[in-house]
């Protein structure tokens, strides 16, 4: 943790327009009978026993607004929090009402107490309303509905009358996530037309429709998608989603935390002692605002391009990052010569070359700042042909929308990925990565991300290790990270280093051939691709860094 300098928030308060209204012209009214308003006399502990007992029921959007920032918020206020989270990814109200009808033992039960989480899988709603005395019971719309009434209705009803009948004392909270990232081409941006701001309309008009209708069952409505919204109206731009749907693992996540935490307590986010060790001050103000301005005005979108960006605050120190372009990968220090042995040029983007040969296939040297390579490395699958058909392996440039960015294929367990700084650092230094992994429609499904500290790989931290047994290959490995078709994966961590350390390291291991689309070959597949940095994200470009 560190404390928000005053002098950062003097800076950005004195550059804020003295006649700011709080919008930049998007203003869709307040809706007549407002939820009960968050006012001093709000007091959501209502056993009164200190402690604030928070249960969500949704989905990835409920993940990335309560799983990572919210509790370090509340332990930096000293307040006392217990969190819950009835977990289904995607799943849409139509489903959530199904199954606290059915009871079905459909959720990841995640539970955070004392800053630790706890993962429960197959578990009942029943189980999950039962476990404690829950103060707040969250719902949300999942699957992209939150800007469509026409899919939320009996459904908000019926799950409404089932919490209202097992757990009368809780009040209910709606959360309402945000518009997708422009340029994003998921199905789910289809129901907007591919347009943020009809999407960010739809979710106001949606919102106050539900309101509304029960503006006498919801004690609280959670606007997430106003906060994520003004913070786009900032120097950080449209990069608060890791996927163009989902949050980003840094502000994105952190935004949301802070509105959740000032709706909660009813006391401003802003100025509270909780920065994440990967975020500057500078940032993480602009994160509180955006989340305070949020609160204070609803269906409205607060401009805070004021905020001016402030390196000086940024507690890092990069120690290398790369860019994939085509232009890069071709330029006078392009990558494509080292990374699969073909002559630079545009005419090469996507050409595969193909080997079986053990050890490292290709590499890329940290081309944006710093000093670092990125390469592929894999086992010996000389046992297979690699002339033609299924059974071989290889690299490529992928000419993807983004362009440029290092593919490789045939895996199998034990190949790898790996980022690595020329830069020693010693015990105690603290570390971060991020970049992201596309597994493509046919890729390897598990992998263990790892880090070395002194001579030994370790797992990354704040990643859960499974345990797995195979029946279609026999196999029994460890994992910490699962993967799902076609389905952009960002990654990132800190660790602090135990040992004297070489270079800091960063791999992701392939635990097995077993692909996204369920299915699992005995041999290396052409067709089973990975690449790396899946989103035109510039913020989501592979990097390490020494946070000082």
């Known amino acids: 943790m560190s404390i928000i300098s005053l002098g950062v928030m003097l800076m950005a308060l004195a550059c804020k327009p003295a006649d700011n209204t709080g919008t930049t012209g998007t203003d869709t009214g307040e809706i007549e009978t407002p ?59 139509e489903k959530h009402a199904g199954y606290a009808a059915s009871d ?34 969250s719902l949300q719309e999942g699957a992209g509905h939150h800007g469509q009434t026409e899919y939320m209705e009996p459904y908000l009803t019926n799950l409404i009358a089932h919490l209202r009948s097992k757990v009368p004392t809780a009040r209910l909270v709606y959360h309402v996530p945000w518009a997708a990232q422009k340029g994003y081409d998921g199905v789910k941006f289809s129901y907007y037309d591919y347009d943020q701001m009809k999407m960010y309309s739809m979710i106001c008009e949606a919102t106050k429709w539900v309101l509304e209708k029960h503006k006498d069952d919801f004690a609280l409505c959670i606007n997430t998608f106003d906060a994520i919204q003004n913070g786009r109206t900032s120097f950080l731009g449209d990069t608060f989603n890791r ?24 006391e401003s986010v802003v100025g509270n002692k909780y920065v994440p060790s990967t975020m500057s001050e500078n940032v993480a103000l602009v994160c509180q605002t955006a989340a305070h301005e949020a609160v204070e005005h609803m269906y409205q ?67 944006l700042k710093g000093s670092g390579r990125l390469f592929f490395t894999q086992i010996d699958k000389t046992a297979w042909s690699d002339e033609a058909g299924d059974e071989r392996a290889g690299v490529a440039i992928f000419n993807a929308k983004t362009g440029g960015q290092p593919c490789f294929c045939g895996l199998m367990a034990g190949d790898c990925v790996v980022m690595e700084s020329k830069v020693a650092l010693d015990a105690g230094t603290k570390v971060y990565a991020q970049w992201t992994l596309h597994p493509m429609k046919y890729g ?45 994966l960002p990654v990132s961590f800190t660790a602090t280093l135990g040992e004297d350390t070489d270079a800091f390291r960063v791999r992701l291991r392939c635990c097995s051939e077993y692909q996204v689309n369920d299915k699992y070959f005995a041999h290396p597949r052409t067709q089973s691709e990975q690449r790396i940095a899946g989103t035109p994200d510039k913020y989501l470009m592979p990097l390490l860094v020494k946070i000082l």
């Open 35 to 93: 939820p009960a308003p968050v006012t001093p006399e709000w007091n959501p502990d209502t056993d009164g026993d200190g402690t604030i007992r928070l249960l969500a029921i949704g989905n990835s959007f409920s993940a990335d607004a309560v799983e990572q920032e919210l509790y370090p918020l509340f332990e930096a206020a000293g307040k006392k929090v217990v969190i819950g989270d009835l977990y289904v990814a995607g799943c849409p109200l």
């Open 301 to 367: 979108i607060t401009d805070l391009s004021y905020f001016k960006p402030d390196e000086v605050t940024e507690k890092r120190d990069t120690l290398a990052a790369w860019l994939f372009t085509p232009e890069a990968a071709t330029g006078q220090n392009g990558y494509m010569n080292s990374y699969t042995g073909l002559v630079n040029s545009m005419d090469n983007l996507g050409v595969y070359r193909y080997t079986n040969a053990p050890g490292e296939i290709g590499y890329i040297n940290a081309n």
């Open 104 to 137: 079905e033992a459909a959720y990841s039960y995640r539970k955070i107490v004392n800053g630790n989480m706890t993962k429960t899988a197959n578990t009942k709603m029943s189980t999950g309303l039962a476990d404690e005395k829950w103060d707040l019971i």
């Open 444 to 488: 390897a499904k598990y992998w263990m991300l790892e880090y070395q500290d002194g001579k030994e790989w370790k797992p990354a931290p704040g990643f859960d290790l499974q345990n797995i047994s195979l029946s279609a290959s026999g196999e029994k490995f460890s994992y910490n990270l699962s993967m799902t078709a076609s389905t952009a």
């Open 243 to 266: 996927d163009g749907w989902h949050l980003n693992l840094t502000y994105g996540r952190y935004t949301a935390g802070c509105i959740w935490y000032e709706k909660i307590t009813g």
